[in-house]
């Protein structure tokens, strides 16, 4: 490509697709299109491949969904070689798996990397979007795929003097590359949502100290990770076509489903015993595989959540603390459920502690540390656990336009008018991997459905010879009336998350928005697959 210095003043670089993002979904969409005959370039933002297993290096990075079930299904092959360390890997083994698949396919040949996108716009008499790095690079492709993620867009807390800080200072999605010395180092941790509640856990076995200001507790459960046995790592590889399969099955593509009892139809001892039996079991069966009315039913929630309360108190022994630690403001379930490893345990320790700041506010970071309304915290070492601008955040920090000017984040500051949650009207040719109102749950098991069906309407536009595509105004109200609809009947559509938009920390970002399709893959995969055996009737071509 052209260097920096003259890249203004010469053609962009063309080629048939560009793709933003080198993770999970980049790096698959990539090979897929490579199937097509594609001249592809793919813009990565960081040094290398992983995408969310790159940035997310903080202490106690792991899944949360069973590693066996996580991988890439697409290569019988990959299968076989690859040895997963642990039912739920860590961050480590999880980065070098897909270094490994970048590898084993030489997907690097078509990536760009440190190469942040500024910008993307859409030439609209000659069919073609121009993508601009930050670099101030540029290059052209009729077909632009974005494959961002859900949960790339960090967010730093909206306090007064955050830059004066003289210590070590960091978000846990920018954790430095090189070891963070915590050994007797006074610590503090501003956040307790998922990623918090697995660095915690670490953090806390070297700092001398360790302050936690929590302004919202969540619900959490045990992971119960373990390491794979020889004899369990034979018996996973001959097993895979059941995996998957049993995946398909599920309404979130986990390997668990939900119960059909009600909580409510049951007697109290059958009720507490089932679910003595999901909490000493690994995974999400909890939170998915639960029965049927706790996450619709108020009085059905009120039960779990009372149970999750119980098992808070019998394992912090400070009643005090406890209730702290006990969520007021959602039910159990209706925010995405971080697993723990120990976590409440932490707080038993002597060089723990926990900072409500709904009775302590923060006023604002000193050089020292944190200001409180009541104290000043002194720190060598901050940490930003403060979460994401989920779904639409990775894409309102770019300027994506569409013809005459019409800005994606203009669009979306509502909600988002998307097809399928792959194309947002008025968009021609921009297809998304994980965009607002496509399912999830297991992200891989979602990310290859999407790159497939992604992958068919490309190969349906080369076959016809259709240059531009983009959905019919029909179709994507009639989808998003879907998408409330879907929504409306669960107790988590009114409960402030990254999952309905929220963060306190983004302006525009305090009301929910419903972002997902919650009515379940099996369900989505049934009518994107209608779509297509339909031939596309949904969508204009050109």
Same mark, same amino acid.
């Given at each position: 490509?052209?260097?920096?210095?003259?890249?203004?003043?010469?053609?962009?670089?063309?080629?048939?697709?560009?793709?933003?993002?080198?993770?999970?979904?980049?790096?698959?969409?990539?090979?897929?299109?490579?199937?097509?005959?594609?001249?592809?370039?793919?813009?990565?933002?960081?040094?290398?491949?992983?995408?969310?297993?790159?940035?997310?290096?903080?202490?106690?990075?792991?899944?949360?969904?069973?590693?066996?079930?996580?991988?890439?299904?697409?290569?019988?092959?990959?299968?076989?070689? !690859?040895? !997963?360390?642990?039912?739920?890997?860590?961050?480590?083994?999880?980065?070098?798996?897909?270094?490994?698949?970048?590898?084993?396919?030489?997907?690097?040949?078509?990536?760009?990397?440190?190469?942040?996108?500024?910008?993307?716009?859409?030439?609209?008499?000659?069919?073609?979007?121009?993508?601009?790095?930050?670099?101030?690079?540029?290059?052209?492709?009729?077909?632009?795929?974005?494959?961002?993620?859900?949960?790339?867009?960090?967010?730093?807390?909206?306090?007064?003097?955050?830059?004066?800080?003289?210590?070590?200072?960091?978000?846990?999605?920018?954790?430095?590359?090189?070891?963070?010395?915590?050994?007797?180092?006074?610590?503090?941790?501003?956040?307790?949502?998922?990623?918090? *509640?697995?660095?915690?856990?670490?953090?806390?076995?070297?700092?001398?100290?360790?302050?936690?200001?929590?302004?919202?507790?969540?619900?959490?459960?045990?992971?119960?990770?373990?390491?794979?046995?020889?004899?369990?790592?034979?018996?996973?590889?001959?097993?895979?076509?059941?995996?998957?399969?049993?995946?398909?099955?599920?309404?979130?593509?986990? *390997?668990?489903?939900?119960?059909?009892?009600?909580?409510?139809?049951?007697?109290?001892?059958?009720?507490?015993?089932?679910?003595?039996?999901?909490?000493?079991?690994?995974?999400?069966?909890?939170?998915?595989?639960?029965?049927?009315?706790?996450? *619709?039913?108020?009085?059905?929630?009120?039960?779990?959540?009372?149970?999750?309360?119980?098992?808070?108190?019998?394992?912090?022994?400070?009643?005090?603390?406890?209730?702290?630690?006990?969520?007021?403001?959602?039910?159990?379930?209706?925010?995405?459920?971080?697993?723990?490893?120990?976590?409440?345990?932490?707080?038993?320790?002597?060089?723990?502690?926990?900072?409500?700041?709904?009775?302590?506010?923060?006023?604002?970071?000193?050089?020292?540390?944190?200001?409180?309304?009541?104290?000043?915290?002194?720190?060598?070492?901050?940490?930003?656990?403060?979460?994401?601008?989920?779904?639409?955040?990775?894409?309102?920090?770019?300027?994506?336009?569409?013809?005459?000017?019409?800005?994606?984040?203009?669009?979306?500051?509502?909600?988002?008018?998307?097809?399928?949650?792959?194309?947002?009207?008025?968009?021609?040719?921009?297809?998304?991997?994980?965009?607002?109102?496509?399912?999830?749950?297991?992200?891989?098991?979602?990310?290859?459905?999407?790159?497939?069906?992604?992958?068919?309407?490309?190969?349906?536009?080369?076959?016809?010879?259709?240059?531009?595509?983009?959905?019919?105004?029909?179709?994507?109200?009639? !989808?998003?009336?879907?998408?409330?609809?879907?929504?409306?009947?669960?107790?988590?559509?009114?409960?402030?998350?990254?999952?309905?938009?929220?963060?306190?920390?983004?302006?525009?970002?305090?009301?929910?928005?419903?972002?997902?399709?919650?009515?379940?893959?099996?369900?989505?995969?049934?009518?994107?697959?209608?779509?297509?055996?339909?031939?596309?009737?949904?969508?204009?071509?050109?």
């Amino acid at each position: 490509m052209a260097s920096t210095s003259s890249a203004t003043a010469q053609a962009p670089d063309t080629f048939d697709a560009i793709v933003i993002g080198g993770g999970i979904s980049g790096m698959y969409q990539l090979y897929r299109l490579r199937e097509l005959g594609m001249k592809v370039r793919v813009f990565e933002a960081g040094s290398d491949v992983g995408g969310t297993w790159y940035w997310n290096r903080y202490p106690g990075a792991r899944f949360d969904s069973e590693s066996w079930s996580y991988g890439y299904s697409f290569s019988k092959e990959l299968l076989e070689e !690859w040895e !997963w360390t642990e039912h739920f890997s860590p961050q480590p083994d999880t980065l070098r798996y897909l270094n490994y698949v970048a590898d084993k396919f030489d997907l690097r040949r078509e990536m760009r990397f440190n190469s942040r996108v500024k910008a993307a716009h859409f030439d609209d008499a000659e069919t073609l979007w121009t993508v601009t790095l930050e670099s101030g690079e540029q290059a052209s492709a009729p077909i632009l795929i974005t494959g961002l993620g859900p949960l790339s867009a960090h967010t730093l807390p909206n306090i007064a003097g955050r830059e004066s800080f003289a210590g070590h200072a960091f978000h846990t999605a920018r954790w430095p590359r090189e070891p963070v010395d915590l050994k007797g180092k006074r610590v503090g941790v501003i956040g307790t949502g998922a990623t918090a *509640i697995q660095a915690i856990t670490e953090i806390a076995k070297d700092a001398g100290t360790l302050h936690v200001f929590q302004r919202t507790p969540n619900w959490a459960a045990p992971l119960h990770n373990r390491k794979i046995t020889p004899e369990e790592q034979v018996e996973i590889k001959a097993n895979y076509d059941e995996i998957f399969a049993r995946c398909r099955e599920t309404a979130t593509c986990f *390997i668990h489903n939900t119960d059909p009892r009600n909580a409510l139809d049951l007697p109290a001892e059958e009720r507490e015993a089932f679910w003595d039996k999901l909490y000493s079991e690994p995974g999400f069966g909890i939170w998915v595989g639960n029965f049927k009315d706790v996450l *619709i039913n108020e009085d059905a929630n009120q039960l779990a959540s009372d149970y999750m309360a119980k098992k808070i108190r019998e394992r912090v022994h400070d009643p005090a603390v406890a209730d702290k630690l006990i969520p007021k403001n959602h039910g159990f379930g209706t925010r995405r459920l971080p697993l723990e490893s120990g976590y409440y345990e932490v707080y038993n320790q002597p060089n723990v502690h926990l900072v409500d700041i709904n009775e302590e506010p923060i006023e604002r970071i000193t050089p020292a540390g944190v200001q409180t309304t009541a104290a000043e915290y002194a720190f060598d070492i901050l940490i930003y656990a403060t979460g994401f601008d989920g779904v639409t955040g990775p894409y309102d920090r770019m300027d994506i336009q569409g013809p005459d000017g019409r800005r994606l984040k203009d669009d979306w500051i509502g909600l988002p008018q998307t097809m399928l949650g792959v194309q947002n009207e008025g968009f021609p040719n921009l297809f998304m991997i994980l965009g607002p109102h496509t399912a999830r749950g297991n992200i891989p098991r979602n990310i290859e459905e999407l790159v497939d069906w992604v992958t068919g309407i490309l190969k349906f536009m080369q076959e016809n010879g259709h240059t531009r595509c983009e959905p019919k105004h029909e179709a994507v109200a009639d !989808w998003v009336t879907r998408v409330e609809e879907a929504s409306a009947m669960l107790l988590s559509a009114d409960v402030n998350s990254w999952q309905t938009g929220v963060n306190q920390n983004v302006e525009g970002r305090q009301t929910p928005r419903v972002l997902g399709y919650n009515g379940g893959t099996v369900r989505y995969r049934r009518i994107s697959d209608a779509i297509a055996e339909g031939g596309y009737k949904e969508f204009l071509f050109e």
